[in-house]
């Protein structure tokens, strides 16, 4: 009896440590990352005042990374680089207020997720009523946007002759330009312009004509994160149908009604 119980204690002795006791938790694995580029956007992606992101879609992936069971990782890229940086793997998808159209077959996207207009915005006091009352006069726009591209090529023939288009780097520099009289009028999202010419101390209206409907997606390379992408439709889909897209939206003052009809996402 004496030798078959010191047999039992060294057997005990090298059992590995995580097999003692029942209470003992294993370790936390880490969550996979998603790793997000974005650019300054408000109110869709920025960085706030404690360099934190935040935005629309910031709220819009952290609550879809919490559901897929993903990290979501932030990056703040230069938007010139944002292909360069895609296919080279240093983000995983672009996510920044970007829209689909016309860029169909350049990414494998997921979305469009919602709506939003872009519009054409000038000083309260200006008689510019339409599109073609921009004829011989001065935009300004954001550089590497839609809006920019729609008024230097001008596939739209609702857009006039200008006399010169102001490609900036930055919106709060766009909005700036129209408030300190450099040019007749700006473009840009409606939410964002609304945000800052608030801001600016200055009246302001948009024009009635809408520039254009933008259909903003999640941008990933072409034919990459086939599961991820699944993934992703599947979370914003689940958050717009149960409300939590509509209530993310209403807290930064757009209405829901006007973003998400429509939309969709288990067809996209």
């Not at 078959?4 to 002795?13: D, E, G, H, T």
């Not at 590995?16 to 974005?38: K, N, S, T």
Request: with cysteine; aromatic share 10%; charged share 25%.
């Amino acid at each position: 009896m004496l030798k078959r119980q010191i047999l039992v204690w060294m057997l005990f002795a090298f059992l590995p440590a995580g097999l003692w006791g029942c209470g003992v938790r294993e370790e936390e694995q880490p969550l996979p990352q998603m790793v997000i580029g974005y650019n300054e956007y408000r109110p869709f992606s920025y960085t706030d005042e404690d360099k934190n992101p935040a935005g629309i879609d910031v709220e819009l992936a952290r609550e879809a990374c919490r559901r897929m069971g993903y990290e979501p990782v932030f990056k703040r890229i230069n938007w010139y680089d944002r292909d360069e940086l895609l296919n080279a793997g240093d983000v995983d998808c672009l996510w920044s207020c970007y829209s689909v159209s016309g860029r169909e077959e350049q990414y494998s996207w997921v979305g469009p997720y919602m709506y939003s207009r872009q519009v054409v915005a000038i000083l309260q006091d200006n008689p510019i009523r339409m599109l073609s009352d921009l004829e011989g006069r001065t935009v300004a726009v954001k550089s590497a946007t839609r809006a920019e591209s729609l008024f230097l090529e001008r596939t739209d023939p609702r857009i006039p002759e200008l006399e010169a288009v102001y490609c900036l780097m930055e919106m709060e520099n766009v909005v700036a330009a129209l408030r300190d009289g450099y040019v007749d009028a700006c473009a840009g999202f409606s939410a964002t312009l609304t945000g800052l010419l608030q801001n600016s101390g200055v009246g302001y209206r948009f024009l009635d004509e809408n520039l254009i409907i933008s259909d903003l997606g999640v941008a990933f390379r072409q034919g990459s994160h086939e599961e991820l992408r699944e993934a992703l439709r599947s979370a914003l889909n689940e958050m717009h149908r149960d409300g939590t897209t509509a209530r993310i939206l209403k807290g930064f003052g757009l209405s829901a009604a006007d973003a998400l009809e429509g939309i969709d996402l288990a067809k996209s």
